[in-house]
Protein backbone atom coordinates (compact mmCIF):
# COMPACT_ATOMS: atom_id res chain seq x y z
CA UNK A 1 0.00 0.00 0.00
CA UNK A 2 1.55 3.24 -1.04
CA UNK A 3 2.57 5.78 2.15
CA UNK A 4 -0.03 8.30 1.61
CA UNK A 5 -2.98 5.57 2.38
CA UNK A 6 -1.12 4.26 6.01
CA UNK A 7 -2.57 6.68 7.73
CA UNK A 8 -6.15 5.94 6.71
CA UNK A 9 -8.27 2.93 8.10
CA UNK A 10 -8.22 -0.05 5.80
CA UNK A 11 -10.75 -3.19 5.57
CA UNK A 12 -11.38 -6.60 4.06
CA UNK A 13 -13.91 -8.38 2.97
CA UNK A 14 -15.08 -11.97 1.09
CA UNK A 15 -17.84 -13.57 -0.29
CA UNK A 16 -19.32 -17.23 0.65
CA UNK A 17 -18.46 -19.18 -1.98
CA UNK A 18 -21.64 -18.83 -4.18
CA UNK A 19 -23.47 -19.06 -7.77
CA UNK A 20 -24.37 -15.76 -9.35
CA UNK A 21 -27.36 -15.69 -11.18
CA UNK A 22 -28.51 -16.42 -14.82
CA UNK A 23 -26.28 -14.44 -17.43
CA UNK A 24 -25.00 -12.17 -14.21
CA UNK A 25 -23.65 -8.93 -15.02
CA UNK A 26 -22.31 -7.77 -11.64
CA UNK A 27 -21.88 -10.75 -8.78
CA UNK A 28 -19.84 -8.75 -6.20
CA UNK A 29 -19.74 -5.20 -5.68
CA UNK A 30 -18.48 -2.25 -3.00
CA UNK A 31 -20.67 0.75 -2.97
CA UNK A 32 -18.92 3.70 -1.38
CA UNK A 33 -21.23 6.13 0.86
CA UNK A 34 -22.04 9.94 2.19
CA UNK A 35 -19.49 9.78 5.06
CA UNK A 36 -16.48 8.75 3.58
CA UNK A 37 -14.19 8.56 0.72
CA UNK A 38 -13.82 4.84 0.01
CA UNK A 39 -10.07 4.34 -2.14
CA UNK A 40 -10.45 0.12 -3.22
CA UNK A 41 -6.91 -1.24 -3.20
CA UNK A 42 -7.05 -4.63 -4.86
CA UNK A 43 -10.07 -7.00 -5.74
CA UNK A 44 -9.89 -10.82 -6.30
CA UNK A 45 -11.62 -13.96 -7.71
CA UNK A 46 -11.15 -17.41 -7.98
CA UNK A 47 -13.99 -19.86 -9.60
CA UNK A 48 -14.62 -23.35 -10.29
CA UNK A 49 -17.21 -24.90 -12.33
CA UNK A 50 -18.46 -28.63 -13.54
CA UNK A 51 -16.41 -28.83 -16.62
CA UNK A 52 -12.76 -27.16 -16.55
CA UNK A 53 -12.70 -23.66 -18.42
CA UNK A 54 -11.57 -19.97 -18.81
CA UNK A 55 -14.01 -16.95 -17.92
CA UNK A 56 -14.00 -13.25 -18.98
CA UNK A 57 -14.43 -11.34 -15.84
CA UNK A 58 -14.97 -7.12 -16.22
CA UNK A 59 -14.49 -4.46 -13.32
CA UNK A 60 -17.39 -2.03 -13.57
CA UNK A 61 -17.07 1.41 -11.83
CA UNK A 62 -20.75 3.05 -11.90
CA UNK A 63 -21.82 6.11 -11.19
CA UNK A 64 -25.17 4.78 -10.01
CA UNK A 65 -25.81 2.54 -6.88
CA UNK A 66 -27.89 -0.96 -8.26
CA UNK A 67 -30.85 -1.95 -6.91
CA UNK A 68 -33.15 -5.05 -6.19
CA UNK A 69 -31.47 -8.66 -7.28
CA UNK A 70 -30.66 -11.24 -4.43
CA UNK A 71 -27.58 -10.18 -2.54
CA UNK A 72 -25.94 -10.94 0.83
CA UNK A 73 -23.37 -8.86 2.24
CA UNK A 74 -20.30 -9.96 3.28
CA UNK A 75 -18.25 -8.68 6.13
CA UNK A 76 -15.98 -5.74 6.37
CA UNK A 77 -13.10 -6.28 8.87
CA UNK A 78 -10.78 -3.71 9.65
CA UNK A 79 -7.17 -4.87 9.19
CA UNK A 80 -6.37 -2.90 12.45
CA UNK A 81 -8.46 -3.67 15.90
CA UNK A 82 -8.29 -0.07 16.00
CA UNK A 83 -10.08 1.66 13.13
CA UNK A 84 -13.78 2.54 13.55
CA UNK A 85 -16.46 -0.33 11.74
CA UNK A 86 -16.05 0.33 7.72
CA UNK A 87 -19.00 2.77 6.00
CA UNK A 88 -18.82 1.18 2.18
CA UNK A 89 -21.03 -1.99 1.65
CA UNK A 90 -19.59 -5.30 0.45
CA UNK A 91 -22.51 -7.60 -1.71
CA UNK A 92 -22.31 -10.80 -3.47
CA UNK A 93 -25.42 -11.16 -5.71
CA UNK A 94 -26.95 -14.80 -6.88
CA UNK A 95 -29.71 -12.87 -8.32
CA UNK A 96 -29.03 -10.19 -10.67
CA UNK A 97 -29.43 -6.62 -9.43
CA UNK A 98 -30.38 -3.55 -11.56
CA UNK A 99 -26.84 -2.09 -12.31
CA UNK A 100 -26.59 1.34 -12.23
CA UNK A 101 -25.35 3.71 -14.96
CA UNK A 102 -22.00 2.32 -15.83
CA UNK A 103 -18.70 5.23 -16.19
CA UNK A 104 -16.55 2.20 -17.89
CA UNK A 105 -14.87 -1.23 -17.21
CA UNK A 106 -11.87 -0.45 -15.62
CA UNK A 107 -10.39 -4.13 -15.68
CA UNK A 108 -10.99 -7.08 -17.57
CA UNK A 109 -9.13 -10.45 -17.84
CA UNK A 110 -9.56 -13.66 -18.52
CA UNK A 111 -9.97 -16.23 -15.32
CA UNK A 112 -9.00 -19.45 -15.20
CA UNK A 113 -11.81 -22.12 -13.76
CA UNK A 114 -11.26 -25.76 -12.81
CA UNK A 115 -13.01 -28.45 -12.76
CA UNK A 116 -14.49 -28.81 -8.97
CA UNK A 117 -13.53 -32.30 -8.23
CA UNK A 118 -10.21 -31.14 -9.04
CA UNK A 119 -10.07 -27.91 -7.39
CA UNK A 120 -8.64 -29.78 -3.96
CA UNK A 121 -5.60 -30.95 -5.43
CA UNK A 122 -4.00 -27.80 -6.11
CA UNK A 123 -6.11 -26.56 -9.73
CA UNK A 124 -7.61 -23.57 -7.52
CA UNK A 125 -6.32 -19.99 -8.76
CA UNK A 126 -7.31 -16.53 -8.10
CA UNK A 127 -6.54 -13.32 -9.84
CA UNK A 128 -5.49 -10.75 -7.59
CA UNK A 129 -6.42 -7.03 -9.42
CA UNK A 130 -3.86 -4.31 -7.95
CA UNK A 131 -5.59 -1.15 -8.78
CA UNK A 132 -2.17 0.55 -7.30
CA UNK A 133 -0.01 -1.59 -9.59
CA UNK A 134 -1.82 -1.07 -12.69
CA UNK A 135 -3.06 2.59 -12.27
CA UNK A 136 -0.38 4.14 -10.21
CA UNK A 137 -3.59 5.09 -7.62
CA UNK A 138 -6.89 3.28 -6.12
CA UNK A 139 -10.04 3.50 -7.66
CA UNK A 140 -11.94 6.17 -5.47
CA UNK A 141 -15.40 5.63 -4.63
CA UNK A 142 -16.51 9.13 -3.34
CA UNK A 143 -19.95 9.12 -2.77
CA UNK A 144 -23.25 6.69 -2.02
CA UNK A 145 -24.01 6.36 -5.37
CA UNK A 146 -20.38 5.04 -6.95
CA UNK A 147 -20.21 1.05 -7.57
CA UNK A 148 -16.73 -1.06 -8.04
CA UNK A 149 -18.06 -4.36 -9.28
CA UNK A 150 -16.99 -8.12 -10.49
CA UNK A 151 -19.11 -8.13 -13.56
CA UNK A 152 -19.52 -11.24 -16.23
CA UNK A 153 -20.73 -9.19 -18.60
CA UNK A 154 -24.24 -11.14 -19.19
CA UNK A 155 -22.22 -13.85 -20.54
CA UNK A 156 -23.96 -17.25 -20.09
CA UNK A 157 -23.42 -18.87 -16.77
CA UNK A 158 -21.36 -22.22 -17.18
CA UNK A 159 -22.22 -25.06 -15.52
CA UNK A 160 -21.83 -25.36 -11.93
CA UNK A 161 -19.89 -21.82 -11.73
CA UNK A 162 -18.90 -20.82 -8.10
CA UNK A 163 -17.33 -18.01 -7.18
CA UNK A 164 -15.25 -16.91 -4.51
CA UNK A 165 -14.75 -13.01 -4.41
CA UNK A 166 -12.52 -10.89 -2.04
CA UNK A 167 -12.34 -6.55 -2.01
CA UNK A 168 -9.33 -4.42 0.39
CA UNK A 169 -10.00 -1.04 0.31
CA UNK A 170 -8.99 2.41 2.66
CA UNK A 171 -11.48 5.25 3.62
CA UNK A 172 -10.89 8.50 5.35
CA UNK A 173 -13.32 11.06 6.00
CA UNK A 174 -14.88 13.89 4.37
CA UNK A 175 -13.76 16.57 6.11
Do not use: H
Not at 41 to 70: C, D, H, P, Y
Amino acid sequence: MSVEFDKFNTYSACSSAFTPGTTPADVFSITGNATTNVYVLKMGIATIQTTEGVNAWFVAKRSAANTGGTSAASTAVANQSSSAAASATVLQYTANPTAGAIIANVWNGWVNSPKATTAGTGGLQGVVIDFETLYGKPIALLSAAEVLALNFNGAALPTGLSVLAWVQWAESSKT
